[in-house]
């Protein structure tokens, strides 16, 4: 068709603004608040609308690019409709802090923190995909249920079954952006959204802890400003997703918004969607946990918001945990639920600390230290942490008798306790959202310093914070150009203030967007050929995947759109689905009897997370037949094979294939990975 990919992109954009446009309107106008709360709610119904349109066709087997669109504008329309022609008067005035100035505070951050997200995506618009666990599982099962219409289970085969049987929220998210265009072009940039609603959330909770709002915008700023967060705008990931569901959650338990019209609303879509996003939401829980006797203190909670919270928490991350309790008798399959040793239910496996945690000194440095990739610079965490301390020294009967300071103070840090005494993985993204309420914390003690001091204290937070980040020449160009764009949108501001409408900063950005997205128009079939063509030169490099790289660009280039591509002891399969995810991965068991993970034995010890894909890797290969095997092969369609060569022993298919040489057509082969052609399947069967 001409123009096919054109009008994918107008899909795809028309579709989102329109989303926006709906869940912006109804905010403003059925939930009340300053701009900030018109903006959070505004976010938090744009991906709720994502969430419900992909699980509700999923769950009907009728998931696609173009069931997806009328569904999402269904319920656009009942948005629109449902926030009728008038303002919703019922509400609770706007935070006394609504003045021109704090709304020019908060423009100014915000832009700020866009354009360096814009300005680091744009630089990495051509460069695919790298992150592990984009690669195993979160992109390959968006793209699966786009190709069979339903959500299912995705096996991660030669790696850690868990991700197979937990909550893939995050792959929902990313299935919408795929579906449109049929490519990854936006989805790596998936976590943008997440990261600039993060920022408005955490802005609201410094706010609620008394902060005033450029105090409050400033911290803000500097947490997701940290490499920790901000680095992860160009990876198809879910952490940052997970934070500010647990952020807003807090948000909307605070005292000062319980008693909100929508409060349980809010509340319930907020712990839904994180219950949703995967199993490591349950080093959050002791956070919320703390926040329990706001509802039971709350009238309106009181007569009937309990119900409705738990209600759509159940409906949203419900079906994850019902699936695998009708599948294995464990709502949290594969892992064992065990209480003071005793097994309550079953699952392949047991977990235990990761040994990177076995000492304290161990897990500080992994906390607070930066060791590893995922965490907060040193300098930034010992300014933090200092103001924890001065929190609880000076605040203790407010974190004591506040559930918000409660859930801030004590809560993050119990969070953080739980993760080093049982965490599998030495990953400090599981407690995202302790350290971004730390922030929170800083907020609130800085609003103590006397006036002018709470400025200055955000200030050299934010400076300790872009010092830590800005680290390469291409870092500080990204600032300077959120420098230059926050400053434009600013000043656009204060030359028409608020009381003109439209304001002359709104038609400033949205002509940036217009002008953004027509020259996205103009060159986008050029752009899809450049990512295609990425592929093969980004994935090869030594740095990235080397000789399986390779062997991935053998096959881009070979097998064509339809292909069905069999893998063997690899767990990295999405770059087989192709550029345009028009070709479909399977693997082939070669043990009798193996047709699902959750048939493989349960490890009769408790497993680290460095070990869990070293030992499912070796119970898949037990008992490995040949025939078996074939048999799989010819039954899965499998049109090409792709086999791994990492590990210290051989994979059972290399000796399987040499036994049928003529059923084999070999591509591509090194010490890292071979590619074949199945020339002669019936050769298979002899």
Request: aromatic share 12%; hydrophobic share 55%.
């Amino acid at each position: 068709m001409p123009y096919e990919e054109e009008l994918r992109l107008a899909y795809a954009v028309g579709l989102n603004a329109i989303a926006l446009a709906a869940a912006y309107r109804f905010a403003r106008r059925r939930l009340g608040g300053d701009f900030v709360r018109q903006l959070i709610d505004a976010g938090l119904i744009y991906y709720l609308l994502q969430y419900v349109v992909i699980g509700a066709l999923g769950l009907m087997g009728l998931l696609s690019p173009w069931t997806i669109g009328p569904l999402a504008l269904m319920l656009c329309a009942l948005l629109w409709a449902g926030s009728g022609w008038r303002r919703d008067e019922k509400q609770l005035a706007p935070p006394p802090q609504a003045h021109h100035t704090d709304r020019a505070a908060v423009i100014a951050c915000f832009a700020f923190v866009a354009g360096y997200a814009g300005a680091y995506a744009y630089q990495q618009r051509h460069i695919p995909p790298t992150a592990d666990d984009a690669l195993t599982y979160h992109l390959p099962a968006a793209v699966q249920w786009l190709q069979t219409g339903r959500i299912e289970l995705f096996p991660t085969w030669f790696f850690n079954p868990a991700n197979t049987y937990s909550p893939l929220g995050g792959s929902m998210f990313m299935a919408w952006l795929i579906a449109p265009l049929g490519n990854d072009a936006l989805v790596r940039f998936v976590q943008v959204g997440p990261l600039l609603l993060l920022f408005l959330v955490l802005l609201e909770i410094g706010r609620l802890l008394g902060a005033r709002t450029p105090t409050a915008a400033l911290v803000a700023t500097a947490a997701v400003m940290m490499r920790s967060f901000v680095n992860q705008v160009i990876t198809p990931k879910d952490d940052v997703f997970l934070t500010v569901f647990c952020v807003a959650a807090v948000m909307s338990l605070a005292a000062a918004r319980a008693e909100e019209k929508w409060s349980p609303w809010r509340a319930g879509v907020a712990v839904g969607l994180l219950l949703a996003m995967k199993y490591t939401a349950i080093f959050s829980l002791p956070i919320l946990l703390l926040m329990a006797d706001v509802p039971l203190r709350t009238a309106r909670w009181r007569r009937g918001g309990m119900l409705i919270a738990l209600a759509i928490v159940l409906l949203l991350a419900g079906p994850w945990y019902l699936r695998n309790a009708m599948l294995a008798g464990n709502p949290l399959f594969p892992i064992d639920l065990r209480v003071g040793g005793v097994p309550l239910l079953r699952g392949l496996f047991a977990t235990t600390r990761s040994a990177a945690l076995a000492t304290p000194a161990d897990a500080f440095a992994v906390l607070f230290g930066g060791r590893g990739f995922y965490g907060p610079p040193p300098p930034v965490m010992a300014l933090v942490l200092l103001a924890w301390g001065g929190a609880v020294v000076f605040l203790a009967r407010s974190a004591l008798r506040d559930a918000l300071w409660r859930a801030c103070v004590v809560g993050s840090m119990l969070s953080i306790g739980l993760f080093a005494l049982a965490s599998p993985y030495a990953e400090v993204r599981f407690v995202y959202p302790a350290i971004a309420l730390l922030f929170a914390v800083f907020a609130g003690v800085a609003a103590r310093i006397p006036r002018g001091g709470d400025a200055i204290a955000a200030g050299m937070l934010l400076a300790l914070v872009m010092y830590t980040t800005l680290r390469e020449p291409v870092q500080q160009g990204f600032a300077l150009f959120a420098l230059i764009f926050a400053s434009v949108l600013t000043a656009m501001y204060w030359l028409a203030p608020a009381r003109y409408a439209p304001p002359m900063w709104i038609v400033t950005a949205c002509a940036a967007l217009l002008i953004g997205t027509g020259y996205a128009y103009v060159n986008w079939t050029a752009y899809l050929t450049a990512i295609a063509d990425a592929r093969a030169r980004v994935w090869p490099d030594p740095a990235v995947q080397g000789e399986l790289g390779r062997a991935w660009a053998v096959l881009d280039g070979d097998a064509p759109a339809g292909s069905v591509i069999a893998y063997a002891n690899t767990h990295f399969v999405y770059p087989l689905q192709g550029a345009r995810h028009r070709k479909r991965v399977v693997y082939a068991p070669v043990q009798p009897g193996l047709s699902a993970l959750h048939e493989l034995p349960p490890s009769p010890q408790p497993l680290a997370g460095e070990q869990i894909p070293s030992h499912f890797t070796e119970q898949t290969r037990q008992r490995a037949d040949a025939e078996t095997w074939r048999a799989n092969l010819v039954a899965s369609g499998a049109d090409y094979l792709l086999v791994g060569k990492s590990g210290s022993i051989a994979p059972p298919e290399l000796t399987f294939i040499a036994e049928r040489p003529a059923a084999f057509e070999l591509l591509y082969d090194s010490p890292g990975a071979a590619a074949y052609r199945i020339r002669d399947a019936g050769a298979l069967g002899d």
